[in-house]
């Protein structure tokens, strides 16, 4: 079910829109979670390619727990998939994330600014 909710604000002007679960859910981990500029950051990664922690935590130079912490909390919000494989677990988004990208790339806005 959506609901409207408040989106941004910029000095005097608000917006609202209708939101889905997967907008409140990247909401709730860029926004209002511990690390949303490295959640952002795994995000972008995997849009383009599935990954598993210890490729992650290279590829951005964080820690594999830092990795680690934020795919368990994108599986809680049901943003990515696990693909177990010989080389370990490997994350790829789901077709709910792929379809919101343009809402994550307005919602990382609000991180940077």
Known sequence: MEQKSLSKIHGNDIMYIEENETQ????????????????ARIIEKLLIRPYNSNQMANEL????????YHF???????LINKMPSKYGTFY?????LINEKESFEEIKKLIID
Do not use: E, P
């Not at 409140?24 to 959640?39: E, F, S, T």
């Not at 368990?72 to 049901?78: C, E, P």
């Open 24 to 39: 409140k859910a990247l909401k709730i981990i860029l926004l209002q979670k511990k690390g949303g500029k490295n959640c």
């Open 92 to 96: 790829v988004a789901k077709q709910n």
């Open 61 to 68: 130079h964080i820690s594999y727990n830092t990795a680690y």
């Open 72 to 78: 368990q909390i994108m599986l809680k919000y049901d």
